[in-house]
């Protein structure tokens, strides 16, 4: 079953795949506190439920990039949301923590195979960097969608039928998504090796991990990622401990948050291809500096409008992120079209791993205000740009290796006189 659907329903199919990761964190979010009472566990237990998420979104993707390269984009996309429905099925159903931690990490391997099927597949049908840039920049509405509407449903859901009903919920949407794809999700890789070289897929990533464009622009689109799941982190507590906010006002200003990615991504995939990958990238990272600027010191200089300025702050970080994605991705994934699952892979490591290290680090430092959480996004964003002006004049904006290759064979040689 090959590719035949156009660019609309193209990112019709892969919208929900790609929201599957932040669906899951969105409609859990705000039902928090009370499944942490429900669960009876400590602040940091709960945490842990949503940094281990995003450490096995990471840790599911090196696994998933390589099966992809070799088996096809179909095989690890049916195989992620059987794990999805498993996964939603044992959190459901369980109120003993550890199971429910088990669960969460299922549910986020499940996740990350068909957030990473859908990039990896838009790499293979769009060569030009700017064009799968774009691509990109409208599979992130996917997950702006999710911060827009998700935290009203969980929070209607979890009054009306208790917060197990997030989870079934969750379970019908693998459901449903593995349906439609068996019908319509044809495969894209056109390279399906019956035999792989016994170190093929570590040459791979050092491939990747070794190129210019990954170490430019990995880092400013993990951070763009990694800025929301921070904010997410610390979210409930600051809005309705600190500032004394219902679920419900709650649920509306992360929405727009939610609703400000989803614009942002937008504006971001017709802007990148009239001004280019680097200007856009440069755009957004200035605009995510401005916000943490002002986020810091909007607890520093107390006004009748603190949380107003807050709010407008993070509204801020959270449009230079949708640039910083987009671009940062589009910068990465360039050079690598015969090996786009491993590529996709790598990065995404990079993003959930950030994501991983920022939460903890956040919530360990968290003192009722969002002052560390603007400290620690503007020292990577100010490290991040120097990175980038350093070795602007090195970057690929095409693809340069083509299957296999060189450099893969050249080490594969060296690792087996080695061995």
């Known amino acids: 079953m090959q590719w035949t659907l156009g660019k609309t329903f193209t990112l019709i199919i892969m919208i929900p795949l790609v929201s599957a990761y932040s669906f899951s964190l969105d409609l859990y979010n705000p039902l928090v506190p ?33 099966l992809s390269d070799r088996y096809g984009r179909r095989s690890v996309l049916f195989t992620s949301l059987v794990v999805s429905m498993l996964a939603n099925f044992i959190c459901m159903k369980t109120t003993v923590y550890s199971l429910f931690l088990t669960g969460k990490c299922l549910q986020a391997i499940g996740a990350c195979g068909s957030y990473l099927t ?43 039928f208790g917060w197990q009903s997030i989870f079934f919920t969750l379970m019908i949407y693998a459901l449903f998504a593995f349906i439609i794809c068996f019908f319509y999700y044809g495969e ?17 990533y050092w491939c990747v991990f ?13 951070l763009g990622v990694s800025s929301f799941f921070a ?95 987009s671009s940062g991705i589009g ?27 920022l939460g903890e680090m956040v919530m360990k430092m968290y003192d009722n205000t969002p002052i560390p959480l603007g400290i620690l996004l503007f020292s990577i964003n100010v490290f991040s740009l120097l990175i980038l002006f350093l ?4 970057l690929q904006c095409e693809s340069t290796l083509s299957p296999p290759t060189q450099d893969s064979i050249s080490m594969s040689k060296s690792i087996d006189n080695i061995l």
Request: charged share 10%; aromatic share 14%; net charge positive.
């Open 34 to 66: 009370t499944i942490q009472t429900a669960l009876e566990i400590s602040r940091f237990d709960i945490q842990l439920t949503n940094s281990l998420f995003m450490l096995f979104c990471g840790l599911g993707q090196l696994v998933f990039g390589p």
């Open 118 to 160: 859908c990039f990896a597949t838009v790499r293979d049908l769009y060569n030009k960097p700017e064009k799968s840039a774009e691509m990109f920049s409208y599979l992130n509405i996917a997950n702006s969608i999710s911060a827009i509407i998700a935290p009203s449903i969980g929070t209607q859901l979890g009054q009306i």
């Open 188 to 204: 894209t890789f056109p390279n399906k090796p019956k035999h792989t070289k016994k170190y093929q897929i570590l040459c791979d």
């Open 210 to 222: 070794s190129h210019v464009n990954y170490q430019v622009y990995t880092l400013p689109a993990a």
């Open 231 to 325: 904010y997410f982190s610390i979210s409930p507590y600051l809005y309705q401990h600190t500032f004394g906010l219902s679920k419900e006002i709650y649920s509306l200003l992360f929405g727009s948050c939610g609703l400000t990615f989803f614009i942002g991504s937008y504006v971001c995939g017709k802007l990148v291809n009239r001004i280019g990958i680097i200007k856009t990238l440069l755009l957004g990272q200035m605009f995510h500096l401005v916000g943490c600027i002002g986020l810091i010191s909007s607890f520093i200089i107390h006004t009748s409008f603190q949380l107003t300025f807050m709010h407008l702050s993070v509204i801020l970080i959270i449009w230079g992120s949708s640039f910083m994605v």
């Open 331 to 357: 910068g990465t994934m360039a050079p690598f079209q015969s090996i786009a699952g491993s590529a996709f892979a790598l990065i995404s490591a990079y993003k959930f791993t950030l994501c991983y290290v």
């Open 391 to 394: 070795f602007r004049n090195h």
